[in-house]
């Protein structure tokens, strides 16, 4: 009887996700503490040295990075209508929006290499010519808390990239989204990211 | 917000057993929330309460992308427990940082 009991017990079903979508949460979480500890060393560097900081708009050029906001929000909606797209069985639809997705991840990228060059080459910052990595605790915690959410964006451009050349061949659908989604978590997590370090890199 | 409230916030796989969210409405408030955020740092009001807008303003956006692009409003609660496990972390780490300057 105990064992017919145990038998018919539904197998054991966790957190009730499958496994790609937690592992990439688990990811996440060791990426929030990354950023975390990031945004900590530049909270205690700023409150410490607040002379060495710029007023928002007098060194960084906040227009054009208003417009990579844009962008970066555009793409995230495209990325989620990617995957609607899929469960839709919309095979027009996927492709469209994940190289739409793909393009603006890649102007983002664009935008910022330009604004990186502007900086370096033309910035003015404390009387001397040029922002770079070396322009004191300003410039060092700019260029590696920009610099380091950059790289993740290269990383999901590849991968988008990837799912691209996948969806040409049909490859996703109703049965088969999780590769989507798991990518789309990603890389709205990559626009939330950047949603905070725009507001205290640029604005505040 | 308020048009999804209804969903089973214990639906199973994102996507699956609740209407489709409305992402582009989420992306309007996402857009008017950045041009609000633009608009406040050049305010000439005290730094305090452009700082303090504009920190609600960005938990705000990070909140309504991860709800609804990330599906956290329609995944279990076990996993969101998940997500919000380092939270508390950094909480701590900031405050403990904070302190430095009290």
């Known amino acids: 009887m105990a064992h017919a009991a145990a038998a018919a017990r539904a197998p054991e079903r966790g957190l009730d996700v499958y496994t790609q979508k937690v592992g990439m949460w688990v990811f996440l979480c060791s990426e929030v503490m990354f950023f975390a500890g990031l945004i900590g060393s530049y909270v205690i560097l700023r409150f410490g040295a607040s002379d060495s900081w710029g007023q928002p708009g007098e060194v960084l050029n906040v227009p054009v990075t208003a417009v990579n906001t844009f962008i970066l929000i555009c793409s995230s909606v495209t990325m ?16 469209l929006y994940l190289f739409l997705t793909f393009l603006m991840g890649a102007m983002f990228l664009g935008i910022q290499a330009y604004e990186y060059t502007e900086l370096i080459l033309h910035g003015e910052w404390q009387g001397s010519h040029g922002f770079t990595p070396q ?14 959410h950059g790289f993740h964006v290269f990383l999901g451009v590849v991968c988008l990239g990837w799912a691209f050349k996948r969806s040409l061949a049909g490859e996703w659908g109703p049965k088969n989204t999780h590769g989507l989604e798991v990518l789309g978590l990603y890389w709205h997590f990559v626009d939330l990211v950047w949603i905070i370090l725009f ?4 604005l505040i | 917000m308020s048009e999804a409230g209804s969903h089973s916030a214990e639906a199973g796989d994102a996507g699956h057993g609740h209407e489709a969210p409305k992402y582009m409405l989420i992306w309007v408030y996402l857009l008017v929330l950045t041009l609000a955020e633009v608009g406040v740092a050049f305010l000439g009001i005290p730094k305090w309460i452009i700082v303090t807008s ?10 309504l992308v991860a709800l ?7 995944e279990p609660k076990r996993l969101r427990i998940l997500v919000v496990a380092p939270l508390p972390a950094v909480a701590i780490m900031i405050i403990v940082i904070m302190m430095e300057y009290v």
């Open chain 1, 135 to 148: 322009a004191g605790l300003y410039g060092a915690t700019f260029f590696t808390m920009t610099g380091f």
């Open chain 2, 54 to 63: 504009l920190l609600i303003m960005a938990v705000w956006k990070a909140l």
């Open chain 1, 80 to 95: 989620v209508k990617a995957f609607a797209a899929a469960e839709a069985d919309d095979q027009k639809g996927i492709k």
């Open chain 1, 199 to 202: 507001t205290i890199v640029y």
């Open chain 2, 68 to 74: 609804y692009y990330m599906h956290l409003k329609w």
